[in-house]
Every structure is written in C-alpha cells, then in structure tokens.
C-alpha cells in the first residue's frame, strides 16, 4: 500500500525536485500563451465576422455558464501539477499546447477573426461575464483555443489512462459547451479548434504513453 501511494504522489519535494528539472520547459510553455492573450489586443488589424450558423443564434446567451468557461485556467494548472511529475507525459502535452498557442496566433495575426456578441443579460453572473468580455476583445475567435485545449487534456488523460479520465472529460466537454453559452465563441470556431486538436493529437501526442500513470 505505500508503494502504491508513494507511486501516486511523489511528496512536496518530489514534485518540486521534478519541477526544477522542467522548470525551463514549463515556462517555455507559459511564454506561448502570449499569442492567446496578446494577438487580440494587436491594433490595426481587419477583423473578419465569423458566419453566424442558424444553431448560434439558437444557443442562447446564459452568462452564469461563465464559471463553466473559465474553469479551463484552473483545469490547465491542476494538469500540469499532476504531471509535472512525469516528463514522458508532460513533454509532449507542453508540446502540444505550445503548437497550438504558434498556429492559432498567427492565424489570428494573418486573418483575425471576430465574433457577434448580443446585448449583455443582467441574470446571475453576468458580472464575470462583463468583466471577461471586458478584458478579452471580440477577436481570435477561429480557432477556438478553450476547445483545442479542452480536447488536448481530454486526450491526454485518455491516452495515458488516468484514473481521472472520465471526469476530466466531463469537465472539458462543460468548457467547450460554455464557450457558445457565454457567446465567446461560435460553432465554427468550436469545429476550427478541434480540427487543430486533432491535427496535434495525432502528430504530437500519438505515441503519448506512459504504463507508470494508469493508476494514478
């Protein structure tokens, strides 16, 4: 039994030893964000309407799915928590979402797109949901990086296994639901981001497997 939890969870100072020897890779990682959260500030650039589908308009806008919708950030440090243990695992998802993070911003560079977002609901949490679009411009809607993220951890954990799997798919199905609900994205961003996802899956994340997480 205490091999077993030791296998589990490698103590404070295994994790942190195991942490100081990808610390580079990990902040590598966080770098690449930039082209998530900077591209759509970049002035000047044209922005292009992505075409609104019969089903957008039939989604309604639901601003307390807005706590679904950021929960990605929460969902992305407590995977990399988990797998900072496990370089054979963590290399090739860093890899992976830092991919991701590369095509989608130049894309957002080379031809931005923006989304059309309907007058502001006063129902609960529409607060959060003001200060999101607040803080986050209509643009850099195709592709839909909250679900190219989403399917990647979803693979991920499928993948290797996890004795977690189920609810982290769950959890990332919720997140690519709430990204129409809260009119952050449409369903052809939602289709462009799995099709990035799986374009990574297969190239990068393919050979992913690691027999030592199975039980954890």
């Known amino acids: 039994m205490r091999q077993q939890a030791a296998r589990r969870w490698p103590g404070l100072r295994g994790w942190l030893a195991a942490f100081k020897a990808q610390w580079r890779a990990v902040a590598l990682g966080g770098v690449s964000f930039v082209a998530y959260f900077g591209t759509g500030h970049i002035p000047g650039l044209t922005a292009h309407a992505v075409p609104y589908l ?19 950030y929460p969902l992305l440090l407590a995977n990399l928590i988990y797998l ?11 890899n992976a979402v830092m991919l991701a993070n590369l ?38 809607a195709l592709p839909s990086l909250h679900t190219a993220y989403s399917v990647l951890i979803a693979w991920t954990h499928i993948k290797l296994r996890s004795r977690y799997w189920p609810l982290v798919v769950v959890w990332c199905m919720i997140i690519i639901a709430t990204t129409l609900t809260t009119k952050q994205h449409q369903v052809l961003d939602l289709v462009g981001g799995a099709a990035l996802a ?9 050979r992913l497997a690691a027999p030592d997480l199975t039980r954890l």
Request: net charge positive; aromatic share 12%; no cysteine.
């Open 103 to 140: 095509i989608a911003g130049t894309i957002f560079i080379v031809y931005r797109t923006q989304v059309t977002r309907p007058p502001l609901q006063y129902t609960f949490g529409w607060q959060l949901l003001a200060l999101i679009w607040g803080l986050d411009p209509p643009y850099n």
């Open 84 to 94: 900072v243990p496990h370089p054979q695992a963590l290399r090739p998802v860093l």
């Open 198 to 206: 799986a374009l990574l899956g297969r190239l990068v994340l393919g």
């Open 54 to 72: 019969g089903i957008d308009r039939a989604i309604p806008l639901l601003p307390w799915t807005i706590f679904g919708y950021v929960s990605l």
